[in-house]
């Protein structure tokens, strides 16, 4: 599907569910991308992939595997798919820790980009993140997002108010960073 030197994205397997089910499950994985911190049972994450990321006629997913081992490391989205203005949000989680700060990330996202931009021909990407990822907000800078608003205080989390920054890049501005 589509590969860089050290990732691949493919669709999710129903093989895979245990092991997204673990990411969603896991609080520190998802502290820094999930609104609601909550426990999911393997029948809800089940029916959570097969009818939000499976059959969904708005959004596209896919796994992150490290080439290299074949090992699933995370999940990525291209979701609210808008043919028409030709716009859609991501999201990236990496929900294998031991993948954290190594450049996997950044290098997923930017695959998904060139897939949005390229393949799909967005004229512009957008994603939330919250004020408390520096370490994405930093990455996100770096692939040429820019901040476009704040949902001041839109995020409670380890008994502080977070805000919610929504970021973007358009289609122009990706290409003359590449």
Do not use: P
Request: net charge negative.
């Amino acid at each position: 599907m589509l590969r860089s030197k050290t990732l691949e994205f493919r669709k999710m397997l129903e093989s895979d569910i245990e092991t997204y089910h673990s990411w969603r499950n896991d609080l520190e994985v998802m502290k820094t991308t999930s609104l609601s911190l909550d426990v999911y049972s393997l029948e809800e994450t089940r029916s959570f992939v097969e009818n939000i990321i499976l059959n969904s006629t708005s959004s596209k997913s896919y796994i992150i595997e490290e080439r290299e081992s074949n090992i699933a490391i995370g999940v990525t989205s291209l979701i609210n798919i808008d043919n028409g203005n030709r716009n859609a949000e991501c999201i990236i989680d990496i929900g294998e820790k031991e993948y954290w700060g190594k450049g996997y990330g950044t290098e997923a996202l930017r695959m998904l980009l060139e897939y949005a931009f390229l393949e799909l021909n967005l004229h512009r990407v957008s994603l939330r993140v919250f004020s408390l990822n520096e370490r994405a907000i930093h990455i996100y800078h770096k692939l040429g997002f820019e901040k476009e608003g704040v949902m001041r205080e839109g995020l409670f989390r380890d008994g502080k108010w977070h805000d919610i920054i929504t970021m973007g890049i358009l289609k122009r501005e990706y290409m003359s960073k590449q």
